[in-house]
């Protein structure tokens, strides 16, 4: 959107002037209606980096909120399990709208076992002991 010469200085300027950022999806809610999903990041030495900078491996701003949950970040992954815990969207909306799949999918699994649900449909899964090993009379 900017130019090469002026993204440098643009740069500079939005990391200095950010405080939080706060964002908000709306998804749809159980029984009709929409829900709130926010994601929430303050600004801290780690987030003016990759804004000077630029996301790269092990430095993404996903990792930087995940991170700083005790600061009362929050991740649009983490809203939306909250919102799935508490029944107020579902399974299907949950994974449609989430940021990273297999973290959803993992929480919601967690979620579900907690409240005693079946999370997978593989059943009858047992160790087979004799693997390897010669049959009972043959050589």
């Not at 999806?25 to 929430?40: C, D, M, N, S, T």
């Not at 991170?67 to 909306?93: K, M, P, Y």
């Not at 709208?97 to 076992?113: N, T, Y």
């Given at each position: 959107?900017?130019?090469?010469?002026?993204?440098?200085q643009?740069?500079?300027?939005?990391?200095?002037?950010?405080?939080?950022?706060?964002?908000?999806?709306?998804?749809?809610?159980?029984?009709?209606?929409?829900?709130?999903?926010?994601?929430?990041?303050?600004?801290?030495?780690?987030?003016?980096?990759?804004?000077?900078?630029?996301?790269?491996?092990?430095?993404?701003?996903?990792?930087?909120?995940?991170?700083?949950?005790a600061?009362?970040?929050?991740?649009?992954?983490?809203?939306?399990?909250?919102?799935?815990?508490?029944?107020?969207?579902?399974?299907?909306?949950?994974?449609?709208?989430?940021?990273?799949?297999?973290?959803?999918?993992?929480?919601?699994?967690?979620?579900?076992?907690?409240?005693?649900?079946?999370?997978?449909?593989?059943?009858?899964?047992?160790?087979?002991?004799?693997?390897?090993?010669?049959k009972?009379?043959?050589?």
């Amino acid at each position: 959107m900017f130019d090469t010469e002026e993204e440098k200085q643009i740069r500079i300027r939005l990391s200095d002037s950010i405080r939080y950022v706060v964002c908000q999806r709306l998804l749809p809610k159980e029984g009709g209606g929409r829900v709130a999903a926010f994601e929430i990041m303050g600004n801290d030495i780690r987030v003016k980096e990759v804004i000077l900078e630029g996301e790269s491996e092990g430095k993404t701003l996903y990792e930087i909120i995940e991170d700083n949950r005790a600061f009362g970040w929050c991740t649009f992954d983490d809203s939306i399990l909250e919102l799935f815990q508490e029944g107020q969207v579902s399974h299907d909306t949950a994974m449609a709208f989430a940021s990273k799949k297999a973290i959803m999918r993992r929480g919601i699994d967690r979620i579900k076992a907690a409240r005693g649900e079946k999370v997978t449909d593989i059943e009858g899964l047992e160790i087979d002991r004799g693997y390897g090993r010669p049959k009972k009379g043959k050589k």
